[in-house]
């Protein structure tokens, strides 16, 4: 199935793992939305799930001339190696098609890649397991979990059941009495989301077991947050007990999900932001001391060296340098 210069949709189905891949560890495309533009920048969406992962990854390269008016390929491949709990290490990346029986190799983005957690394109990719793009992904399947019920309630994911993916999409469309499989986009659809529904609920088992029935409403806590502490950042006022306590939420709750969001504590986060209101506020000439007091820190010394060990020089230094 040739990629055509235009902005419809095409869907594939995931293939098998040739074995002469299988050694690198491999993500496998199971969804990707492929378009062509004037500029010849191809824009792809693929979402992936292996060894207990789900991983919602975007990435923007240039193709060489009219490579996707010419390939009917089959997956891309990632090499990828783990690293920590939530994130990847990308290597690289190849287009693959059949050739005669053969996989063919072709290289979409050779060299090292950069991996970031945050929320947007960083370098060429971006791949996350926050919960953000994980309740962005499944939102798009709900009529996915009306069409499989009574097997897959859609007030508890966790219950689908972990068949022969093959198998259970074959039991779905016998159950919903589609003959001879006419429409193959459906059937890709369906097959697509199952894979989704699948690597959630993996991703839940790595994720100490957090259930999927609150994401929507910690998103919506931990974006609060997030928009409060980047407004007016406080090392004092705004402490971890502060917000649980504003939001109503258990504190520890609250830490998981800050972190699972935004890839980062809230710690962390904060005294970012301090940092970087601060810099802001010595453009102004404000006095090291008033800073000190706007930011929450107890006396000027403390701040001068959470300032120093950030940047790596004090501040009044800084300010001179500017």
């Known amino acids: 199935m040739p990629l055509i210069a235009t902005h419809n949709e095409y869907i594939w189905e995931p293939v098998a793992v040739p074995n002469s891949f299988k050694k690198h560890q491999i993500i496998w495309m199971t969804h990707a ?18 060894h207990h992962h789900i991983c919602y990854c975007v990435s923007e390269t240039t193709y060489p001339i009219n490579i996707a008016y010419t390939i009917p390929y089959e997956a891309i491949a990632f090499h990828y190696q783990l690293k920590g709990k939530n ?7 190849e287009l693959l098609w059949l050739n005669s029986n053969h996989y063919t190799a072709y290289p979409i983005m050779p060299g090292n890649l950069s991996v970031t957690l945050q929320a947007g394109i960083t370098e060429s990719v971006m791949i996350a397991t926050n919960t953000q793009n994980m309740q962005t992904l499944l939102s798009n399947f709900d009529h996915i979990q009306q069409l499989l019920s009574p097997g897959l309630p859609s007030d508890n994911i966790t219950t689908i059941p ?4 093959d198998a259970y999409i074959e039991s779905i469309i016998q159950k919903e009495l589609f003959t001879n499989i006419t429409n193959r986009l459906l059937h890709a659809r369906i097959k697509t989301s199952v894979f989704h529904l699948i690597g959630h609920y993996e991703w839940q088992l790595a994720s100490d077991k957090i259930t999927a029935v609150p994401l929507n409403k910690y998103y919506h806590i931990i974006n609060e947050i997030k928009q409060e502490i980047e407004t007016n950042p406080n090392r004092l006022l705004q402490t971890e007990k ?24 809230l710690a962390a986060y904060r005294h970012k932001h301090c940092m970087l209101k ?3 506020l010595l453009y102004t000439g404000e006095s090291i001391g008033n800073i000190s ?8 010394a403390n701040f001068t060296k959470a300032f120093r060990d950030y940047f790596g020089h004090p501040p009044s230094i800084y300010r001179k340098g500017t």
């Open 293 to 300: 007091d706007t930011l929450g820190y107890s006396d000027p």
């Open 87 to 93: 994130s990847l290490y990308v290597k690289h990346a």
């Open 278 to 280: 601060a810099k802001e």
């Open 242 to 265: 502060y917000f649980a306590k504003k939001y109503v939420i258990g504190e520890v709750t609250m830490q998981r999900y800050f972190k699972l969001t935004l890839g980062t504590t």
């Open 33 to 50: 939305e492929c378009r062509r533009y004037s500029s010849g920048i191809v824009f792809i969406q693929q979402y992936f799930s292996a």
């Open 162 to 165: 972990l068949l022969p993916i």
